[in-house]
């Protein structure tokens, strides 16, 4: 693969909310995928702090309804029916990665780097975008559509305790993923001159 | 380009350590990739709040200069020579790419979105962590080695100063690069299945 095949791939990642269930790879090539994702992902003091969470089927779709009924009790009547348009097409997709990172790694990295302490949990941020942008670009270069959601913290001790994670796990980010049934729409870019600068 | 080759140029980048100031590709050829990877790396909401600074040449050596001498006036005495062979390892690079947010843009979301308002400084940190990843990879595509550094905040109004950015350009990340002398050490893996999770 070229530099320019890279930067194709970087470039056709977009957010994708038209979704289905229909199967575009096999259940075993999408795990396998996240996996490659995590284990090759670079992480500051290589604490690989990232974990992933990978729902399918039932799975997929108990998490849709726990957060659309998480939402019911706070969003005001009156604006409920656009969230629960939505919720509900992020259900009909395939499946969802969620991203954590682990807590236990970072105050581990705190405590035995304390002149660099106040850094880690921002570092850990970067690693979870990388691994949320890994993700986005495989699952799309297989054919899928992703986007990326956060209803984390409201979702976080329903996902933890329905799925048994360990309760360091800190919810991070949502990816609703399924094959594309609408394309994206044109992106606005501003001039890049006002945002890259080069000096000699 | 297959999910494949993209995995495995996720797999390829790692921290190059040993670099030298041999040219690899053209300065142009640096500076449209760092620009495709603005243009087309993801932000929350589209707000593009990444801002990049590619230094070569001078503007480059003069930025290690600068964290030398920074790190001097804080580094204790008796450790500085370790600090000073670092710090002269990155020097011997061909470049440096800064990584920076816009405050500015940061805050324009949190005052549009109000109810989001804490998240968007963490939103900005996942993009920056993407931008981070797009370069440092499409690098090494290049046949660059790359590593991250944190010299922020330390060398920040020194950095705003010499090359004239805007105030609220908020410097993230450092990746000095150069032509690889050294091929990276084998890396250590935690298990996968303590890291990714998957429920049907």
Avoid: C
């Avoid at 096999?26 to 974990?51: C, G, H, M, W, Y």
């Avoid at 994206?184 to 600068?197: M, N, S, W, Y």
């Amino acid at each position: 693969m070229t530099s320019q095949a890279f930067m194709e791939a970087v470039k056709e990642r977009r957010s994708i909310y038209g979704i289905s269930k229909e199967s575009v790879i096999s259940d075993d090539k999408i795990v396998e995928l996240v996996q490659e994702a995590v284990k090759n992902t670079p992480s500051s003091f290589n604490s690989q702090s990232a974990r992933l969470v990978v729902l399918l089927g039932d799975s997929h779709n108990k998490f849709w309804d726990m957060t659309t009924n998480t939402l019911r009790a706070i969003v005001p009547a009156d604006q409920f029916e656009q969230t629960e348009q939505k919720m509900s097409g992020f259900k009909s997709g395939y499946g969802t990665v969620l991203f954590f990172e682990d807590k236990k790694v970072v105050d581990g990295l705190m405590e035995s780097f304390p002149s660099y302490a106040q850094n880690f949990p921002i570092w850990s941020h970067h690693s979870s975008g990388m691994h949320q942008f890994v993700v986005w670009t495989a699952l799309e270069k297989e054919g899928f559509g992703a986007s990326l959601q956060h209803y984390n913290p409201l979702v976080d001790e329903e996902v933890k305790q329905t799925w048994s994670l360990p309760d360091s796990w800190q919810l991070i980010a949502q990816m609703p993923f399924g094959k594309p049934t609408v394309a994206p729409g044109e992106k606005e870019f501003k001039p890049l001159d006002e945002r890259v600068k080069i000096f000699k």
